[in-house]
C-alpha cells in the first residue's frame, strides 16, 4: 500500500470483503441447494443416507459461512475486529499502524502492546483496489483518532 494520503470515511463505517462474501455465500446456498436435490433425487437411498447428505450439505454451507464472517467495523470510540470465530474491541489509541503490504493476505494492526492482529475484514483477494481503499480509509481514520505516532 503506497502512503498516498486517505480522506476519512464518516463514522460508523463497516468493511468487509463484498465480492469474496457474495461469492462464498452464493457458492454455499447453491452446493446446498445441489447436494439436497441429489439427496432426494436418488431413489436407493435410505431416509438416513439422505439425512446425512443433507446434513453434510449444511455442514459445508456452514463453513462457508464462517469464512464469510470477517469485518472491521469503526466507529466514534474505536474499532471492532471479527475473525473467523473471534472478535476483538480495540480503542482508537491501541492502533498504532495499519498495514496492507504488497503480498500480505488481509490488513495487520500494529497494536500499542507490541502484538499484532489480523484483521481478515479488509482482504485484497478478490478485491484488490477495494482492500486498498479501505485499508488506507481505516489508516486515516487511525492517524487522525488514534495517537497518531508512527504510522505510516
Known amino acids: 500500500m503506497s502512503d498516498a494520503p486517505s480522506?476519512?470515511?464518516a463514522l460508523p463505517v463497516t468493511f468487509r470483503p463484498r465480492r469474496t462474501r457474495a461469492v462464498l455465500l452464493a457458492t454455499g446456498a447453491a452446493?446446498?441447494?445441489?447436494?439436497?436435490?441429489?439427496?432426494?433425487?436418488?431413489?436407493?437411498?435410505?431416509?438416513?443416507?439422505?439425512?446425512?447428505?443433507?446434513?453434510?450439505?449444511?455442514?459445508?454451507?456452514g463453513v462457508l459461512i464462517l469464512l464469510s464472517?470477517?469485518?472491521?467495523?469503526?466507529?466514534?470510540?474505536?474499532v471492532t475486529v471479527v475473525n473467523l470465530t473471534r472478535s476483538r474491541r480495540l480503542a482508537w489509541a491501541e492502533i498504532v499502524r495499519v498495514?496492507?503490504?504488497?503480498?500480505?493476505?488481509?490488513?495487520?494492526?500494529?497494536?500499542?502492546?507490541g502484538t499484532s492482529l489480523p484483521?481478515?475484514?479488509?482482504?485484497?483477494?478478490?478485491?484488490?483496489?477495494?482492500?486498498?481503499?479501505?485499508?488506507?480509509?481505516?489508516?486515516?481514520?487511525?492517524?487522525t483518532r488514534g495517537s497518531g505516532a508512527e504510522l505510516r
Not at 42 to 58: D, I, K, N, Q, Y
Open 7 to 9: 480522506e476519512a470515511p
Open 31 to 61: 452446493m446446498f441447494v445441489v447436494i439436497t436435490a441429489v439427496a432426494l433425487i436418488l431413489e436407493r437411498l435410505h431416509p438416513g443416507e439422505r439425512m446425512s447428505f443433507v446434513l453434510t450439505a449444511a455442514l459445508f454451507y
Open 69 to 78: 464472517r470477517p469485518k472491521v467495523v469503526a466507529d466514534e470510540d474505536g
Open 99 to 113: 498495514n496492507l503490504r504488497v503480498g500480505d493476505p488481509w490488513v495487520f494492526l500494529d497494536l500499542s502492546d
Open 119 to 143: 484483521a481478515l475484514g479488509i482482504q485484497p483477494g478478490i478485491g484488490k483496489a477495494q482492500a486498498i481503499r479501505d485499508a488506507r480509509a481505516l489508516r486515516a481514520l487511525a492517524e
